[in-house]
């Protein structure tokens, strides 16, 4: 038998412990493992859950599980930086296998964790880290083993994919559509990782690692989020046959690397577009397969708790000597991050001008000297106190071209307030 100790019985935890006891012949009868939850932890022992927990199963204790002789994998599902690191590393400590689910975790600390691991000959699992119940992890390291990977196109972060969805279909407002995200449990604590692109950031950093073979850190990650998503934006973007979504970016070229999070503009024709609702999706390039395609919920309590199932089966086998999975890199191999200088993109861009004869021309004067050339134009709507909006598609521009063509044209004395920019991404289909 294989013993399971879980640490944070919430959302995930509970389905992770769902999983284990409604489909432990199932699972034995798919692998050959005799998998058992023996201990369970969380600060709230009382709090009512739609499990029947085994007697003597539960404690307020981390420790205990950790420690227990009869845990052979400690599943760790608190989230959050500390204590859930401490907990790993004592885990470690004791020679345990670990699951974890934990993305911003890997990302801020994945090096020094994934390095003690190879240390003490245990491993760590974290295919419920990304995206949900997609098996994503196991692709990349398993299924594209014999690939170059230099691009990544993702939805990450459900939460935020939930909102954007029902504000482009429904017409909902963000405020009303985060309500709801939250109510059905699939924010963050703190939704503000989720809408500001910081959870999916987090994820990306965790991909990059797999498929790149290296470490970004955060802070190295161009983050931003979909608060100030107006829904006239999204109208435009229909317009011109676009659907704004949150998008995790990351291309690797001549050993650079670059890597997003932040809304942008996606073709109607690509399939990443398509992907609504707490749906996730990842789109990725390798060498040999051409794009491959990763659809699935990304958050939730049985989905997530079945990509945790798939890490404890996997290790189950593995520790009786099955083979073992491609390595994760642990520590950092040097690359260097491409600025937004030698990036390469089309841009959205919309301005409140006066409508007169004449505006047209100043503001394609300042793009034309920064070198960014128009490919269409639209201009619609009634006339607010003079104002009309003025909407612009360009061709590729760097990035700080943009903002420089950006800040000059607001300066002009017949543009009202901030113009709006959103970036492109054509999706190498
Ligand atoms: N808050 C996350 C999301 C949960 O909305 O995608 C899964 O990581």
């Known amino acids: 038998m294989i013993g399971v100790g879980i640490i944070g019985l919430g959302t995930v935890g509970i389905g992770t412990y769902k999983i284990l006891e409604q489909y432990h012949s199932l699972i034995k009868d798919k692998s050959g493992q005799d998998i058992r939850v023996v201990k369970c932890a969380d600060i709230d022992t009382k709090r009512p859950r739609d499990i029947s927990l085994k007697q003597g199963i539960m404690t307020a204790e981390a420790r205990e599980v950790i420690e227990c002789k009869d845990v052979d994998i400690v599943v760790e599902l608190i989230g959050g930086i500390e204590p859930a690191n401490e907990y790993i590393r004592m885990a470690i400590q004791n020679k345990k296998w670990v699951v974890t689910a934990n993305k911003a975790l890997l990302a801020e600390k994945g090096d020094e964790l994934f390095t003690l691991a190879a240390k003490q000959n245990v491993e760590i699992g974290f295919e419920a880290s990304v995206c949900g119940g997609i098996p994503l992890i196991k692709a990349i390291r398993d299924g594209l083993v014999g690939n170059r990977i230099n691009y990544i196109l993702g939805i990450l972060n459900g939460t935020s994919n939930y909102i954007l969805t029902k504000m482009t279909l429904e017409g909902m407002s963000f405020e009303k559509a985060?309500?709801?995200?939250?109510?059905?449990?699939?924010?963050?604590?703190?939704?503000?990782?989720?809408?500001?692109?910081?959870?999916?950031?987090?994820?990306?950093?965790?991909?990059?690692?797999?498929?790149?073979?290296?470490?970004?850190?955060?802070?190295?990650?161009?983050?931003?989020?979909?608060?100030?998503?107006?829904?006239?934006?999204?109208?435009?973007?229909?317009?011109?046959?676009?659907?704004?979504?949150?998008?995790?970016?990351?291309?690797?070229?001549?050993?650079?690397?670059?890597?997003?999070?932040?809304?942008?503009?996606?073709?109607?024709?690509?399939?990443?577009?398509?992907?609504?609702?707490?749906?996730n999706a990842v789109y990725i390039v390798g060498d040999k397969t051409g794009p491959t395609l990763y659809y699935g919920k990304g958050a939730g309590s049985e989905p997530t708790g079945s990509a945790v199932v798939s890490d404890i089966v996997d290790m189950a086998y593995r520790?009786?000597?099955?083979?073992?999975?491609?390595?994760?890199?642990?520590?950092?191999?040097?690359?260097?991050?491409?600025?937004?200088?030698k990036s390469f993109v089309p841009?959205?861009?919309?301005?409140?001008?006066?409508?007169?004869?004449?505006?047209?021309?100043?503001?394609?004067?300042?793009?034309?000297?920064?070198?960014?050339?128009?490919?269409?134009?639209?201009?619609?709507?009634?006339?607010?106190?003079?104002?009309?909006?003025?909407?612009?598609?360009?061709?590729?521009a760097t990035e700080q071209n943009l903002k420089n063509a950006k800040a000059a044209i607001d300066r002009l004395a017949v543009i009202k307030g901030e113009s709006v920019s959103i970036r492109i991404e054509e999706g190498r289909l």
């Open 178 to 279: 985060l309500e709801e995200a939250q109510r059905l449990g699939f924010a963050e604590a703190d939704p503000t990782f989720d809408v500001e692109g910081i959870d999916a950031a987090h994820k990306l950093c965790i991909l990059i690692r797999l498929a790149f073979q290296c470490h970004v850190k955060m802070r190295d990650v161009v983050t931003g989020g979909i608060t100030k998503i107006d829904p006239i934006d999204i109208e435009f973007a229909r317009e011109f046959g676009y659907r704004i979504k949150l998008l995790a970016v990351a291309k690797e070229e001549n050993e650079k690397i670059e890597a997003r999070v932040e809304p942008a503009m996606i073709p109607v024709v690509h399939p990443m577009s398509n992907v609504d609702g707490v749906y």
């Open 347 to 396: 841009y959205y861009m919309r301005f409140t001008a006066k409508d007169r004869p004449g505006v047209l021309s100043k503001v394609s004067g300042v793009l034309a000297e920064y070198n960014i050339s128009i490919s269409s134009v639209i201009q619609k709507g009634r006339k607010e106190n003079g104002y009309v909006p003025i909407v612009i598609l360009t061709h590729e």
């Open 319 to 341: 520790m009786r000597g099955g083979s073992p999975l491609p390595k994760i890199p642990s520590v950092s191999k040097a690359k260097k991050m491409r600025s937004g200088e």
